[in-house]
Structures are given as C-alpha cells and as structure tokens.
Nanobody, 121 residues
C-alpha cells in the first residue's frame, strides 16, 4: 500500500496563498493523485487530480488552484492562490492505483493524514 505524508497547511489571510505537498512512498509516476477537502459538517469534496496524462479541477477552483507533480521526488503539490474563508477545510491527498478520471473519494486507494488550511477574513 502506498503511504502518503502531507505538509504545508496553515493559516493565511484572505487573498493569500499556500502550497500543500504530498510525499508518496513510491511508484508515483503511474498513480493518479487527487486532492480533496472537508470542512466541518460537510462531506469530503473533490478539489483536483492529476495523472501522467491529464489534470482536472472542481468547478469552484476557478483558476485559483493548480496541481503539479515531481515524479523524481515522488511528490505532488497543490498550489492555492486567492484563498477565501470558504476554502477553510482539512485538505487531503490521495492516490489511485488504477488509471482513469477519478473525482470520488471511494475511487482512491490510499490517503494522507490531512492538513488544516484556515483562511481568515
């Protein structure tokens, strides 16, 4: 099973930026890496995902977030700009072992521990 370790969360003011990192234990090049978030009292929602052939985002991202990956470091990144208080949540990275477009939590096989992002107004 692939292990994931997240880092990079924190507190920022509205309009600020953060970069989240997700280090995997290996085999990164063939994996789909997804990013999700979960706010208190809400379901976990899809943010973005990337594979070696495609990258796609949730509609609410609206060009503010981007994902990248460094296959040599087995690490993926979620770059978040123009953050608003509505983006406050615990953010999770996840990987799927099989290919394809994946936007649902149950399509992923391994999860990171989550990292808190708090945006103040």
């Amino acid at each position: 099973q692939v292990q994931l370790v997240e880092s990079g969360g924190g507190k920022v003011q509205a309009g600020g930026s953060l970069r989240l990192s997700c280090a995997t234990s290996g085999g990164f090049g063939s994996l789909v890496m997804g990013w999700f978030r979960q706010a208190p009292g809400k379901e976990r929602e899809f943010v973005a995902a990337t594979s070696w052939i495609s990258t796609y985002y949730a509609d609410f991202v609206q060009g503010r977030f981007s994902v990248s990956r460094d296959n040599a470091k087995n690490t993926g990144y979620l770059h978040m700009n123009s953050l608003s208080p509505e983006d406050t949540a615990v953010y999770y990275c996840a990987v799927a072992l099989s290919p394809g477009r994946k936007t649902k939590p149950n399509e992923y096989d391994s999860w990171g521990q989550g990292t808190q992002v708090t945006v103040s107004s």
